[in-house]
C-alpha cells in the first residue's frame, strides 16, 4: 500500500554530521505521524523523532539539540538531519509513516502503518 526508501546512511566520525531521507510512495490519501527510529545490536527499537502533519516535532533526549527532524509534505518525505553524531548514535534508522491510503468501496480508504527497509548509520570514535 504505502512504500518507504530511506536514503542517506553511511559512515562518519565522531563530531560529524549525516542527513537521512525517507520518501513515501503509493495510494497515499494522507500522512500524518512521521519518524524515525533506531535499533542498535542487542537493543531494541527505540523512538528518536517525530513529527505531525501540522509539524509538531517529539525527540528523545537522547538527541535533543542534535538532531533535527522535518518533513516536505509535497513530496511525502521526511528528513532527520544529525549533527554532532556520537558512536552511541551507531544503529540501523528506521522511517516509520502513518495515514490514510486509497482502499476498496464502499469505504473507500484505510489506515496504514508502513516501515522502511532501514538505513545504517555507523559513527567511528
Known amino acids: 500500500q504505502v512504500q518507504l526508501v530511506e536514503s542517506g546512511g553511511g559512515l562518519v566520525q565522531a563530531g560529524g554530521s549525516l542527513r537521512l531521507s525517507c520518501a513515501a510512495s503509493?495510494?497515499?490519501?494522507?500522512?500524518?505521524?512521521m519518524a524515525w527510529h533506531r535499533q542498535a545490536p542487542g537493543k531494541q527499537r527505540e523512538l528518536v523523532a517525530s513529527?505531525?502533519?501540522?509539524?509538531?516535532?517529539n525527540y528523545a533526549d537522547s538527541v535533543k539539540g542534535r538532531f533535527t527532524i522535518s518533513r516536505d509534505n509535497a513530496k511525502n518525505t521526511v528528513y532527520l538531519q544529525m549533527n554532532s553524531l556520537k558512536p552511541e548514535d551507531s544503529a540501523v534508522y528506521y522511517c516509520?509513516?502513518?495515514?490514510?491510503?486509497?482502499?476498496?468501496?464502499?469505504?473507500?480508504?484505510?489506515?496504514?502503518?508502513?516501515w522502511g527497509q532501514g538505513t545504517q548509520v555507523t559513527v567511528s570514535s
Open positions: 503509493g495510494s497515499i490519501l494522507s500522512i500524518n505521524d
Open positions: 513529527i505531525t502533519s501540522s509539524g509538531r516535532t
Open positions: 516509520n509513516a502513518r495515514g490514510l491510503v486509497r482502499g476498496p468501496a464502499p469505504a473507500g480508504w484505510g489506515r496504514y502503518d508502513s
